[in-house]
């Protein structure tokens, strides 16, 4: 009676040849040779790892095969070829040897191992083919795909993301595409809108689009954050995909598996994140404006901010929004310790910059900035939101007096300009008719079209300012009809709104304050125009813009030296000085 246990082991890299079930050819050929050699093969002794690369020893099937051939279970261990064991010379060696340790003979198909200096030689020289072989793959694969990708060629690409559908090349016309699915597409702009217009959690869309009925791409009608994440990220959805977002690197060292992750991986890589300004662009159809996609990152951020408190709740009315004029760092709240009352009772806290203690900025303080008491900079705050809400006109007497006092000059100033560009520009066409026939020579001719050049690009600089400043006029209209619409809505419940309410409604008007040494200045914040194409104009958000004419700042008169009472037509608010003093009443 034959006692010899014989045991199988195949293995497929990928999971694209685990889906196709390729495996399946590996293991009828093992199947057949150890029925041709007589032996037993029972179910729990083969051994297939499907989707695992021979790059590392860490495959589930192959530790449970090497505890088994150490516990003496097995006798002989069939294999298709060497490169299925490891695609690694050294790794062959070290599997090969240690099974042979155990007791256990090792064959492989395409090839009897034999004990000769030659046969060890051949199956040396195998092994380092093998290692090889599987080099040049992927260095031929990662070009392949980084050329293809510099081309626009979207077979490069993972996958269609929702509100897309990949046709390959035999349906394309000879060339791979993006073809947008109407019904997904719709739901990519709800999402994008409700996010960077109506400024909503992730949470929130999820279950709006959970109400409606909406389905995912896998048919689900339950919405998860990291689907609607992926959304919000993807840059395709304003017609820009992108290529190389997160190239793979060797899985770096773990403490333990990630939660809902087996223990040993499939594949012994890991994912990087890579600047956007290294990505390749690859141009699909567009689903929503650059603007909005713009506008969502940014809200996107903002919550990531606010994130902590929505997890703790929040303790100050102004939580996340003060901002140090100075170092550019938040603000955060701090109440005094019952140590510095010295007795009295003062149970107030301060808003106080980050870069003032040492202990969170490396041991060294790095700004020298006053810190504010809650109380009173919250009530400032407040008591600006309800007078803007009040007389939203005050948003347009400001923005008048900083952009163009003018705007019939204005539109004058237009048409005028475009007219000398016109003039300028039949200039160049008769300089450069002129030119081409030989009426002009060459040294008069190089220095009158620089000039001419230059002046061209004068005046379009001055147009484009005059535009945007007229375009602005437009959306001054636009944002004064808002806001009074907005304070229409809400002036009922101002007198009766409790923190989180009063919270609402600062978050929905201020975007930043700004904490100076003797100032405190308020931003606000205003919603872009629907389907502005431009990038630029995110800046219309913002009452306060940085790279255009400021739209709608209103500066509060917030100073260091207002403490305590209220003085008629002044917000209150209290500051220390600079040189620690407490200040003076007024």
Request: glycine residues 6%.
């Given at each position: 009676?034959?006692?010899?246990?014989?045991?199988?082991?195949?293995?497929?890299?990928?999971?694209q040849?685990?889906?196709?079930?390729?495996?399946?050819?590996?293991?009828?050929?093992?199947r057949?040779?150890?029925?041709?050699?007589?032996?037993?093969?029972?179910?729990?002794?083969?051994?297939?790892?499907?989707?695992?690369?021979?790059?590392?020893?860490?495959r589930?099937?192959?530790?449970?095969?090497?505890?088994?051939?150490?516990?003496?279970?097995?006798?002989?261990?069939y294999?298709?070829?060497?490169?299925?064991?490891?695609?690694?010379?050294?790794?062959?060696v070290?599997?090969?040897?240690?099974?042979?340790?155990?007791?256990v003979?090792?064959?492989?198909?395409?090839?009897?191992?034999g004990?000769?200096?030659?046969?060890?030689?051949?199956?040396?020289?195998?092994?380092m083919?093998?290692?090889?072989?599987?080099?040049?793959?992927i260095?031929?694969?990662?070009?392949?795909?980084?050329?293809a990708?510099r081309?626009?060629?979207v077979?490069?690409?993972?996958?269609?993301?929702?509100g897309?559908?990949?046709v390959?090349?035999?349906e394309g016309?000879?060339?791979?595409?993006?073809?947008?699915?109407p019904?997904?597409?719709?739901?990519?702009r709800?999402?994008?809108d409700?996010?960077?217009r109506d400024?909503?959690?992730i949470?929130?869309v999820?279950?709006?689009?959970?109400?409606?009925?909406?389905?995912?791409?896998?048919g689900?009608?339950?919405?998860?954050?990291s689907?609607?994440?992926?959304?919000?990220?993807?840059?395709?959805?304003m017609g820009?995909?992108?290529?190389?977002?997160?190239?793979?690197?060797?899985?770096?060292?773990?403490?333990?598996?990630q939660?809902?992750?087996?223990?040993?991986?499939?594949r012994?890589?890991?994912?990087?994140?890579?600047?956007?300004?290294?990505?390749?662009?690859?141009p699909?159809?567009?689903?929503?404006?650059?603007?909005?996609?713009?506008?969502?990152q940014?809200?996107l951020?903002?919550?990531?901010?606010?994130?902590?408190?929505?997890?703790?709740?929040?303790?100050?009315?102004?939580?996340?929004l003060?901002?140090?004029?100075?170092?550019?760092?938040?603000?955060?709240?701090?109440?005094?310790?019952?140590?510095?009352?010295?007795?009295?009772?003062?149970?107030?806290?301060?808003?106080r910059?980050?870069?003032?203690?040492?202990s969170?900025v490396?041991?060294?303080?790095?700004?020298?900035?006053?810190?504010?008491r809650t109380?009173?900079?919250?009530?400032?705050?407040?008591?600006?939101v309800?007078a803007l809400?009040?007389?939203p006109?005050?948003?347009?007497?400001?923005?008048?007096r900083?952009?163009?006092?003018d705007?019939?000059?204005?539109?004058?100033s237009?048409?005028?300009?475009?007219?000398?560009?016109?003039k300028?520009r039949?200039?160049?066409?008769?300089?450069?008719?002129?030119?081409?026939?030989?009426?002009?020579?060459?040294?008069?001719?190089?220095?009158?079209?620089?000039?001419?050049?230059q002046?061209?690009?004068?005046?379009?600089?001055?147009?484009q300012q005059?535009?945007?400043?007229?375009?602005?006029?437009?959306d001054?209209?636009?944002?004064?009809?808002r806001?009074?619409?907005?304070?229409?809505q809400v002036q009922?419940?101002?007198?009766?709104?409790?923190?989180?309410?009063?919270?609402?409604?600062?978050?929905?008007?201020?975007?930043?304050?700004?904490?100076a040494?003797?100032?405190?200045?308020?931003?606000?914040?205003?919603?872009?125009?629907?389907?502005?194409?431009?990038?630029e104009?995110?800046?219309?958000?913002?009452?306060?813009?940085?790279?255009?004419?400021?739209?709608g700042?209103?500066?509060?008169?917030?100073?260091g030296?207002?403490?305590?009472?209220?003085?008629?037509?002044?917000?209150?608010c209290?500051?220390?000085?600079?040189?620690?003093?407490?200040?003076t009443?007024?």
């Amino acid at each position: 009676m034959n006692t010899m246990q014989a045991a199988l082991y195949a293995r497929v890299s990928s999971a694209q040849q685990a889906e196709a079930h390729t495996v399946a050819s590996q293991v009828v050929a093992l199947r057949e040779r150890i029925a041709v050699d007589g032996l037993p093969l029972p179910t729990a002794l083969q051994f297939i790892d499907e989707g695992y690369s021979g790059a590392t020893l860490v495959r589930p099937a192959l530790e449970r095969l090497r505890d088994v051939a150490a516990a003496g279970a097995v006798d002989r261990l069939y294999v298709h070829s060497p490169d299925r064991l490891a695609r690694k010379y050294a790794y062959q060696v070290l599997l090969v040897d240690e099974f042979q340790r155990a007791g256990v003979a090792v064959i492989f198909l395409n090839r009897e191992l034999g004990r000769s200096p030659e046969d060890d030689l051949l199956l040396q020289v195998q092994g380092m083919m093998a290692e090889y072989e599987r080099a040049k793959i992927i260095e031929r694969h990662r070009r392949g795909k980084l050329h293809a990708a510099r081309a626009g060629a979207v077979s490069v690409l993972s996958g269609a993301p929702y509100g897309y559908r990949y046709v390959p090349k035999s349906e394309g016309r000879g060339q791979a595409h993006y073809e947008m699915i109407p019904d997904e597409a719709r739901v990519v702009r709800q999402v994008l809108d409700w996010i960077g217009r109506d400024r909503l959690t992730i949470g929130e869309v999820c279950r709006r689009l959970t109400q409606a009925g909406e389905l995912t791409r896998t048919g689900k009608t339950v919405w998860d954050r990291s689907v609607v994440w992926g959304m919000l990220k993807n840059p395709a959805s304003m017609g820009s995909a992108a290529f190389g977002k997160t190239p793979q690197e060797p899985l770096r060292p773990r403490l333990r598996a990630q939660r809902g992750r087996p223990l040993q991986p499939r594949r012994m890589v890991s994912t990087r994140d890579v600047s956007p300004q290294d990505w390749i662009t690859i141009p699909v159809p567009s689903l929503v404006e650059p603007a909005l996609f713009v506008a969502v990152q940014e809200q996107l951020r903002e919550n990531q901010r606010h994130a902590r408190q929505s997890r703790r709740g929040a303790l100050y009315l102004l939580q996340g929004l003060v901002q140090c004029q100075h170092c550019d760092y938040a603000y955060y709240g701090k109440r005094l310790s019952p140590s510095a009352r010295k007795g009295h009772p003062r149970a107030y806290a301060y808003y106080r910059c980050l870069g003032t203690d040492a202990s969170r900025v490396g041991g060294e303080r790095v700004c020298q900035n006053t810190q504010v008491r809650t109380d009173l900079l919250d009530l400032a705050v407040w008591q600006e939101v309800c007078a803007l809400l009040a007389q939203p006109e005050r948003l347009a007497e400001e923005y008048q007096r900083r952009l163009h006092p003018d705007r019939h000059t204005t539109r004058t100033s237009l048409t005028t300009l475009e007219a000398q560009l016109g003039k300028r520009r039949q200039g160049w066409v008769r300089l450069i008719d002129s030119d081409a026939e030989a009426l002009i020579e060459k040294q008069e001719f190089e220095p009158r079209i620089t000039r001419l050049r230059q002046r061209i690009a004068h005046v379009e600089a001055q147009r484009q300012q005059l535009a945007e400043e007229d375009a602005l006029h437009t959306d001054l209209r636009l944002i004064i009809g808002r806001l009074e619409d907005f304070a229409a809505q809400v002036q009922d419940g101002l007198a009766e709104a409790d923190g989180s309410r009063k919270r609402e409604m600062i978050r929905a008007l201020v975007k930043r304050v700004e904490v100076a040494y003797d100032q405190v200045k308020g931003v606000f914040r205003i919603d872009p125009r629907p389907g502005d194409p431009s990038p630029e104009k995110k800046s219309l958000q913002d009452c306060r813009g940085s790279h255009q004419p400021t739209v709608g700042e209103y500066r509060p008169r917030w100073t260091g030296q207002t403490v305590g009472e209220r003085v008629p037509g002044r917000p209150v608010c209290r500051c220390y000085r600079r040189d620690g003093e407490k200040p003076t009443r007024h």
